[in-house]
């Protein structure tokens, strides 16, 4: 498996415009976690999805903030409109459901909001 | 609330000797407590995870303990190498939301010759 793949990787985009970030989770994984990453904040929990359904959106920041998972290969997180606030590194996590299990991260994609 | 605290300072050591790191929380009664490494531009990647209801887990070179009393846990690498330098996270099981996690910030480990 090519694990957690992330796009795009780097993102650069101005105040005010709509940013989408991509996931594809590793296949047989039913728990996707979207977090940031910022030198303030840490790893930051921003929602997680079990089998597809949001279970916890509690650390979404905004209204400006949405995530889906359409299906259980794919999952997008949306920013409009971005700020610069917003900037930092973004990472998706999936892993088994339905108890201790490790989560698997993908390499993040770097946003930078002008 | 809950808090996670990791040591935000640096720890040096020399190649060889043991490294130590701290995690301690507050306001927390964890079922399992995780340990992650994360390289520069990289995400973090899962090392060892241990249950309440355990004291101590080995893997290799890596020891975790947990103490629930104390509300901490020690992560120990033996014979360190330069190559274990990185930043490592301890994580716990979130309350609200069962199978995600809470991160520390981390502490930051380098291994000189």
């Known amino acids: 498996d090519a694990g957690v793949i992330q796009s795009p990787r780097h993102e650069v985009t101005e105040m005010g415009q709509e940013v989408t970030l991509r996931c594809k989770p590793i296949?047989?994984?039913?728990?996707l976690f979207w977090y940031r990453q910022t030198m303030m904040r840490g790893l930051e929990l921003l929602i997680y999805f079990n089998n597809n359904v949001p279970i916890d959106d509690s650390g979404m920041p905004e209204d400006r903030f949405s995530a889906k998972m359409p299906n259980a290969s794919f999952s997008t997180l949306k920013i409009q409109p971005s700020e610069p606030r917003d900037s930092a590194v973004y990472f998706c996590?999936?892993?088994?459901?339905?108890?201790?299990?490790?989560?698997?991260f993908g390499p993040g994609t770097r946003l930078t909001v002008t | 609330s809950q808090k996670i605290e990791q040591n935000s300072e640096a720890l040096n050591i020399q190649e060889g000797k043991t490294a130590t790191l701290t995690c301690n929380y507050t306001n927390y009664s964890p079922a399992y407590l995780q340990w992650y490494r994360q390289d520069p531009g990289r995400g973090p990647v899962f090392l060892l995870l241990i249950r309440e209801n355990e004291k101590e887990k080995r893997k290799e070179r890596l020891k975790v303990t947990f103490d629930t009393t104390l509300k901490q846990s020690l992560f120990h690498i033996t014979a360190s190498q330069p190559a274990d330098s990185a930043t490592y996270l301890c994580?716990?099981?979130?309350?609200?939301?069962?199978?995600?996690?809470?991160f520390g910030k981390g502490t930051s480990l380098l291994v000189t010759p």
């Open positions: 994580a716990l099981d979130n309350s609200n939301s069962g199978y995600a996690l809470n």
């Open positions: 296949s047989g994984h039913n728990s």
């Open positions: 996590a999936s892993s088994f459901a339905g108890g201790a299990y490790e989560q698997y």
